[in-house]
């Protein structure tokens, strides 16, 4: 992802409240004559000193400001008369304002402030510390001034980082990110913003439901920003110190000795660029020496690089980090011997593979410089599975194209895991042209054997929506991939088992999820959780969550397969935060099912929280992507659409899903449409093609055999035929399954069809008040109302409403559509707001979504 930011002088005054306090009662009050603010570079003494003048001129105080200036070095006469002529120009003194004390030589500095006390005005500073040593006896002079306010502004905590983030992007941040970054820029504001806009211009952001996540190692870019430029204006020993200073402190005492000159590290101390760090040095922000490192030329980078290589390869230095030197070995080039740089970085990269994104980037460089073909072959097959195992599908199979022109140095495994990981790609990329043309010709060249190829077109079948013919595909030839080695069998039975699920074979799902040591690589104890996992998604996916809960017992269960049991407990907090996860880092790339199933269950969530755009947003994100059982989506988008009150489009929404399951000979997600239709149907009074369509559930449900198929066929059944018997065994089963959501929807629709007793509703509005579903919620209150049944706590529920209100002005709906989904009229809706307005204090519908997606909004 890349973006602007938004201006940063608002966004600097984030937890400043109090520092602004500081700063602007004594100068109303009178009981001061100097204030002072001081911190760090970056921390917002000028954005504070803005608003504060800001705020005074508002209180209609009269201010003026004279600018301080590098030319100013001694020349004390010069500054006095300066800022003396500025204030006769006023018949009653204004607050004057001086930033950048700091600036001063000692000379200068105390003869204004000897200066000050008698041109009669009051007096706000701003001086960057830490205090520059001519300055010491100065600052202990005001410090024991009693006219003298000194307002130290420190840095952000989390907190406050958050805030700031969310506010220069307009989205919130995920806790991981803020942890992240707080860390890399200390929480000085303007290092904050140099390292949002560092993550940013790396693409190291990606944002789902308006949350963001760190997805990529935040590296330097070498753009320009006002951070970097600070350091550049010391001087360009200083600026020549600092570059090589970024890429060699982490040697310590050594860095020093690496240094072609020292003397600008003291400057470079005092202005707080590097503080001393044991016997060594580190920056102050880890953010700026990124940046700082990217700021370097190419020969710079390769002198610097092997400078920090022969020190480590000479025994000179040694640095705990290991990530270090493959680094460096990257930055020295051809500076640095072409065989042992080829093999440490392999070496590197092969330690690395399964826990350190870097591996890719060492191993790239290690196929680079390779001196072998098989060298070469092995770095290229291990970037394309660290890649693989990073999600980076896209650089996988980049390698893996190069890698197979040598299909002669792999073996059979190997060859097996690169085809299938370049399906991945495929898929990832959305690159369907290429799968059909695996599904249909390509496969029959593919190195590896006859087992294999037939693994990899039912792959590539599965991905092209080609379910039915990949099951027959993977039946027919059982005797022939059964014979292959343990991977290709298990991918097979595993394919054969998601094919089967999505096609109606129950017989042959349950075979697999029965006995998962019909796959072989369940009995190695690496490969069994991925096994484990596989089986249990699947079991998700049909709605199974208890079985599905039951096959991960004990394994560490991946973000993606926990939102998914989340979302089924009625743990929703929890489950948008694993979903989001899961979406944003690629980890379920290649992962069809579990990604369709998750967009599903996030739209579903967002809907119910009145948060119809972002559900919206979902969709099409996916739809943009892999996008694969895209009928599964369906059900939720004609959920938003029944919402908005579009009826018809709701249905053919409904009805195009329906159509592109039959065409690919998919049942599964099926029934959930025929239900929507069949409830429609009901409503408008078509009892024939009401009756149709529970005729289709039953033959699902008898095909599928799933609790879900039988809740949705006997719900359907009720309805249309107002039978009793399938009243209760739709009350028997979805109370046996236990999923929240599942139960407060069954029992809303029975009740709105008057076929149980209206109290059922209370037990229905307390199950979606678990779940913070807002607008179920809502549509329950007119029912509980219009059936007599009394709404508890009339102060929450006003609460509620107004939350919900702006939850849904928030998502950019117009007055119409805020009428629609809140049922009432839209000059109702406009008392509504007005009243929304007036008590937060929200001047606009932006001021509010902002407020909202902040956390301010109370």
Request: proline letters at 3%; one cysteine or more; a neutral charge.
């Amino acid at each position: 992802m890349t973006g602007t930011l938004n201006p940063i002088g608002a966004t600097a005054l984030i937890a400043r409240e109090q520092a602004h306090t500081n700063v602007v009662w004594p100068l109303l009050s009178g009981s001061t004559r100097l204030v002072l603010v001081t911190g760090h570079a970056g921390i917002g003494r000028t954005a504070l000193l803005n608003e504060v003048r800001d705020t005074l001129e508002h209180q209609r105080v009269r201010t003026t400001a004279v600018p301080l200036l590098r030319a100013d070095h001694g020349r004390p006469e010069a500054v006095v008369a300066r800022v003396t002529e500025e204030l006769t120009r006023w018949s009653r003194p204004p607050v004057l304002f001086l930033d950048d004390l700091h600036r001063l030589d000692r000379d200068v500095l105390g003869a204004l402030l000897d200066a000050l006390p008698g041109l009669g005005a009051s007096v706000v500073g701003s001086y960057r510390t830490p205090v520059r040593l001519e300055h010491a006896d100065l600052a202990d002079a005001l410090r024991l001034n009693a006219l003298t306010e000194v307002v130290p502004l420190t840095p952000l905590n989390r907190s406050g980082v958050s805030h700031m983030f969310t506010r220069l992007l307009n989205v919130s941040a995920d806790a991981d990110l803020v942890r992240r970054l707080h860390n890399d820029s200390r929480g000085v504001p303007g290092l904050v913003d140099l390292a949002v806009d560092t993550y940013l211009r790396g693409d190291a952001l990606r944002i789902i439901d308006r949350t963001a996540y760190l997805v990529g190692e935040p590296r330097g870019t070498g753009h320009r920003h006002a951070a970097v430029d600070r350091v550049k204006a010391l001087g360009e020993n200083a600026w020549r110190t600092a570059k090589a200073m970024a890429v060699l402190h982490p040697l310590g005492l050594v860095a020093e000795e690496l240094l072609d000159d020292t003397s600008a590290l003291p400057e470079l101390e005092a202005e707080g660029v590097l503080v001393r760090h044991g016997e060594g040095w580190r920056f102050r922000a880890p953010v700026l020496a990124h940046a700082l490192k990217a700021s370097i030329g190419p020969y710079e980078r390769n002198d610097l690089g092997w400078r920090a290589v022969s020190a480590i390869w000479d025994g000179r230095a040694f640095v705990q980090d290991p990530g270090y030197l493959p680094d460096r070995l990257i930055d020295a080039g051809a500076f640095a011997d072409r065989e042992k740089a080829a093999s440490q970085l392999l070496a590197a990269g092969r330690a690395g593979v399964l826990r350190d994104p870097s591996a890719r980037r060492w191993l790239h460089a290690a196929a680079d410089r390779a001196t072998t073909p098989t060298q070469r072959a092995e770095a290229l097959y291990t970037h394309a599975v660290a890649c693989s195992v990073h999600n980076d599908m896209t650089a996988a199979r980049a390698s893996i194209e190069v890698a197979l022109e040598r299909s002669d140095e792999f073996t059979s495994d190997q060859l097996q895991e690169m085809h299938l990981i370049r399906l991945v790609g495929m898929c990832a990329a959305g690159d369907r042209a290429g799968l059909r043309k695996v599904a249909d010709s390509a496969w029959r060249t593919l190195p590896g054997g006859a087992s294999a190829r037939f693994i990899d077109r039912a792959l590539a079948l599965c991905y092209s929506d080609r379910w039915d013919e990949a099951a027959t595909l993977l039946a027919s030839t059982r005797t022939v991939w059964r014979l292959g080695n343990a991977a290709t069998v298990t991918f097979g039975e595993l394919f054969s088992m998601c094919a089967a699920l999505i096609t109606g074979r129950m017989a042959e799902f349950e075979r697999v999820v029965n006995d998962p040591a019909l796959c072989p690589l369940f009995a190695t104890e690496q490969d069994r959780p991925h096994v484990k996992s596989t089986v249990a998604r699947n079991l998700l996916l049909a709605g199974e969550a208890a079985r599905a809960e039951r096959v991960l017992a004990g394994e560490r269960v991946l973000d993606s397969d926990q939102a998914l049991l989340d979302v089924a407990a009625g743990r929703w907090d929890d489950a948008l935060g694993h979903a989001r996860k899961a979406l944003v880092n690629g980890s379920t790339l290649g992962q069809v099912v579990v990604h369709t199933a998750l967009a599903r269950d996030l739209t579903s969530m967002l809907l119910a929280r009145a948060k119809l755009t972002r559900a919206r947003e979902v969709i099409a994100e996916v739809r943009t992507g892999q996008n694969v059982l895209p009928h599964v989506l369906d059900a939720p988008e004609a959920d938003i659409e029944l919402v908005l009150g579009a009826r018809d489009k709701g249905k053919q929404v409904l009805h195009r899903g329906l159509a592109y399951a039959a065409q690919h000979g998919i049942v599964l997600g099926t029934d959930e449409l025929e239900l929507r239709l069949a409830l429609l149907s009901v409503e408008d009074g078509d009892h024939d093609d009401a009756a149709a369509r529970v005729e289709r559930l039953a033959g699902i449900a008898e095909r599928m055999d799933t609790g879900r198929a039988h809740r949705n066929h006997l719900l359907a059944r009720a309805l249309t035929w107002r039978d009793e018997a399938a009243v209760e065994e739709v009350r028997r089963i979805v109370g046996q399954r236990g999923q929240p959501h599942e139960m407060a929807r069954t029992w809303t629709t029975l009740v709105a069809f008057r076929l149980v007793d209206p109290l059922l509703l209370r037990e229905a509005y307390e199950l979606f008040g678990t779940m913070d579903a807002l607008l179920p919620r809502a549509l329950l209150r007119h029912m509980m109302r219009e059936n007599g049944v009394a709404v508890p706590g009339r102060a929450a529920t006003t609460a509620e409403q107004e939350r919900l209100l702006a939850s849904l002005v928030a998502e950019g709906l117009t007055n119409r559509e805020l009428a629609g989904v809140l049922r009432m009229t839209e000059k109702s809706v406009e008392a509504r707001l007005t009243r929304l307005f007036q008590r937060t204090g929200y001047r606009s519908r932006v001021e509010l979504a902002t407020a909202m997606l902040t956390g301010e909004y109370h």
